[in-house]
DNA sequence: TGCATTTAGTTTAACATCAAACTATATAGT
DNA sequence: ACTATATAGTTTGATGTTAAACTAAATGCA
């Protein structure tokens, strides 16, 4: 008998190998993208993008699962670099909505472009079909995750 | 047509999910986790144990995927509340050795007995069954991104 | 209306990480 | 032996993150 039961053994190693695979990964893109950005960033642009903006901070704060602090630390980036439009919400005084800019979508634009190769690289020894069926089971984690987080 | 082909969507998502999950699980641990243990140093602590000690810091780094200077500072901690040993190699002036002591053991088995129900709650709802067959997919993309470093 | 509570966003302090510079020791080539 | 190079570990400076304190505005309720 070992002290930590084989189901949680599997659970051990899942979470295990998610995080190194995360370190792995976020280096990865990092190395590959624009100058300057960072994984953050890129990753706000395309929310923006693929969800459409006017969103607020908390909002998409939220939505990345990192703090307000942190989404104010990257939103100023982006804003330094005109990437994004930060006015203030006209129906809440307190709240303000942020709006990508036609830079930004460039920017976003070439992020993607840039990682395509990792990508196809990736992909010629790992294809996607592979990667697909794990999907589901990743999200349905996730959202236990987050919804234990209360 | 998309810009992204549909392939390459796939594999966003799939570093999305990844990315995300491993933000959230690791918050989690870190708070079921005793008072000041970090996720990094229980690592290490979890390593020692499985693989055996007596390894130098740079092997170590390299096992754990983080540079040599986050070890230092990482093995500063466990050292400072006597979890570890770090003595001079005796065949290499240049390098150390890192023991376990038997508090370091003791703080460990703490730690994973801290994480015990948050798996079993986490088990309930998605069944090691369901996890075991996406292992060996995370281990061969974390393998690739390993060795694709350089 | 007025006051307590909640919500949006910023700031601060602490900390982990990385890349790069640096010290010290070992190894290789001449 | 000597010198150049490689390796082990630490330190430094910058960055991104969190939790918590803080400011300002909105909401709820009496």
Same mark, same amino acid.
């Given at each position: ?17 998610? #995080?190194?695979?995360? !370190?792995?990964?976020?280096? @990865?893109?990092?190395? /590959? ?11 706000v642009?395309?929310h923006?993008?693929?969800l459409?903006?006017?969103w607020s901070p908390l909002r998409i704060s939220r939505a990345m699962q990192v703090t307000k602090g942190a989404m ?20 809440? #005084?307190?709240?303000? !909505?942020?709006?990508?800019? @036609?830079?930004?979508? /460039? ?39 987050d919804k234990?987080r209360?």
């Amino acid at each position: 008998m070992t002290k930590t039961p084989a189901d949680a053994d599997i659970l051990f190693t899942f979470f295990n190998e998610i #995080g190194i695979l995360s !370190q792995l990964s976020g280096a @990865a893109f990092e190395k /590959a993208m624009p100058e300057g950005m960072t994984l953050p960033q890129f990753s706000v642009l395309n929310h923006l993008t693929r969800l459409g903006d006017g969103w607020s901070p908390l909002r998409i704060s939220r939505a990345m699962q990192v703090t307000k602090g942190a989404m104010t630390n990257t939103l100023q980036h982006l804003e330094g670099k005109g990437l994004v439009d930060i006015r203030p919400d006209e129906k809440d #005084g307190r709240a303000k !909505q942020v709006f990508i800019t @036609a830079a930004g979508r /460039a920017v976003r634009d070439a992020c993607i472009a840039s990682m395509i190769p990792y990508m196809n690289k990736f992909a010629a020894d790992i294809p996607a079909t592979d990667i697909a069926p794990a999907l589901p089971l990743l999200q349905r984690a996730r959202e236990w995750l987050d919804k234990e987080r209360e």
